[in-house]
């Protein structure tokens, strides 16, 4: 029982700093190089609580870059 109340805080404390950070933190403050792509090393300079299996969940097309789009609809 208490794995579950422990998931679900996990959970849920990862939907609400989705929620902030896609709010947020603009694109052109995550890129560094100003290349229009946001690299997983990049990201993890602004957020570096975010897992390497997020990034790349929302990297549709497996460049390991994040366009402006993926970075968009990021959820964490």
């Known amino acids: 029982m208490s794995k579950r109340i422990a998931t ?4 849920g404390a990862l939907t609400a ?3 902030a950070f896609a709010q947020g933190i ?3 403050s995550v890129d560094g190089d100003q290349d ?5 090393e990049e990201l993890t300079k602004a957020v570096p ?3 390497e299996e997020i990034f790349m969940s929302a990297d549709k097309d497996s460049d390991k870059l994040l ?3 993926e970075f968009a609809a990021l959820e964490l």
């Open 67 to 69: 366009s402006q789009e």
């Open 49 to 51: 609580s975010i897992s």
């Open 36 to 40: 229009g792509f946001v690299s997983y």
């Open 17 to 19: 700093s989705g929620a």
């Open 26 to 28: 603009a694109f052109g």
């Open 8 to 11: 679900v805080a996990l959970i």
